[in-house]
């Protein structure tokens, strides 16, 4: 089984132990891989592949499949339920999106998510 995840929240923390009261050590955005060295019903303990930090996220927001082609370049993205629908859900600048289709001025990067074409650019490797 390949132990390879992508976080698909705006962002969440990363605590020292399985708690929301416990110390933060570092954060994971939108689009980071990790792997999950344990797992409750409620927190998941993982080690992320960019810094190597290790620590504890709830049990939610990660996926399996995940194809990055493109980046957050401006230092915070609105999230869109539909272009021109603002919610108050942001991208913080270097989360890295999988884009699945574009318009004039909005890319969809998952269900009821469009971020501003503005605000990213193509990843190229």
């Known amino acids: 089984m390949?132990?390879?995840f992508y976080f698909t929240g705006s962002f969440s923390n990363i605590y020292k132990k399985s708690?929301?009261?416990?110390e933060v050590t570092s954060q994971i955005l939108y689009g980071e891989k990790f792997k999950i060295l344990s797992k409750t019903k409620?927190?998941?303990?993982?080690?992320?592949?960019?810094?190597?930090?290790?620590?504890?996220?709830?049990?939610?927001?990660?996926?399996?499949?995940?194809k990055a082609n493109y980046k957050v370049s401006s230092l915070k993205a609105n999230i869109y339920k539909k272009p021109n629908l603002k919610t108050n859900t942001f991208l913080s600048f270097?989360?890295?999106?999988?884009?699945?289709?574009?318009?004039?001025?909005?890319?969809?990067?998952?269900?009821?998510?469009?971020?501003?074409?503005?605000?990213?650019?193509?990843?190229?490797?």
């Open 42 to 66: 409620n927190w998941i303990k993982i080690k992320s592949s960019f810094d190597n930090y290790t620590g504890y996220i709830q049990n939610k927001n990660y996926s399996k499949e995940f």
């Open 19 to 22: 708690s929301k009261f416990s």
């Open 94 to 125: 270097g989360s890295k999106l999988s884009v699945k289709e574009t318009n004039k001025n909005f890319a969809r990067i998952d269900k009821n998510k469009w971020i501003k074409k503005k605000d990213i650019k193509k990843i190229n490797y």
């Open 2 to 4: 390949q132990n390879k």
